[in-house]
């Protein structure tokens, strides 16, 4: 999978990641969100320094920071997109040390995860750490995980476990697919 993602030309990944960020703004879930988790995409992911950037002008914006050492993620909270972020560490852009903001996970109103790929359940191979698992095992309320995903990323089925957490809805270049009994609050 990651090899058919790494062949994808590069103006076409930024083609499909343009349309898929429209169509996550487009989501109710989104638009009503107040405090986000994204993701800052890497190499041949969905790109989401738009999205960030977008989100930064109308929403509290947040990003994980990988800690190696507790094999987790912790949240922190960015103001300025071009001012704040690094390339750290598997090469993702985080929050430099100074502008580090932590956020309890409590006040998060969705989080966009990302994925190798996913199946239409919500289940996702990721790199294989556990860490966005981890993190959302520790979500105490209902809110959205959505998955960003190039269409060719899609499966029937994936193999999954007990610590596997699925995503509720997947936004991919041509659709949005609604994988589990997540209902939103009205």
């Known amino acids: 999978m990651l090899e058919l993602r790494n062949k994808q030309p590069h103006d076409l990944m930024l083609q499909k990641s343009h349309q898929i960020i429209k169509q996550l703004m487009d989501l109710k879930e989104y638009k009503i969100a107040k405090v986000v988790m994204l993701y ?14 977008t989100a930064l002008e109308e929403k509290r914006v947040t990003l ?9 993620l912790e949240i922190s909270e960015i103001k300025d ?45 990721g790199y294989g750490f556990g860490y966005y698992d981890k993190l959302l095992t520790i979500v105490n309320r209902p809110i959205p995980f959505i998955g960003l995903a190039f269409q060719f990323q899609i499966h029937d089925v994936l193999p999954n476990s007990d ?22 609050s009205s």
């Open 40 to 53: 800052s995409g890497k190499e041949s992911e969905v790109r989401t320094d738009q999205l960030i950037r």
């Open 64 to 72: 994980p920071i990988t800690n190696k050492e507790k094999r987790i």
């Open 81 to 125: 997109y071009d001012l704040e972020l690094e390339t750290a560490t598997f090469n993702i852009l985080e929050p430099k040390k100074e502008y580090y903001r932590r956020v309890d996970i409590d006040i998060i109103d969705l989080i966009v995860v990302p994925g190798i790929c996913f199946d239409c359940r919500g289940h996702r191979l």
């Open 163 to 184: 610590t596997d957490i699925p995503v509720h809805l997947i936004v991919t270049e041509e659709q949005i697919i609604h994988c589990c009994d997540y209902k939103m």
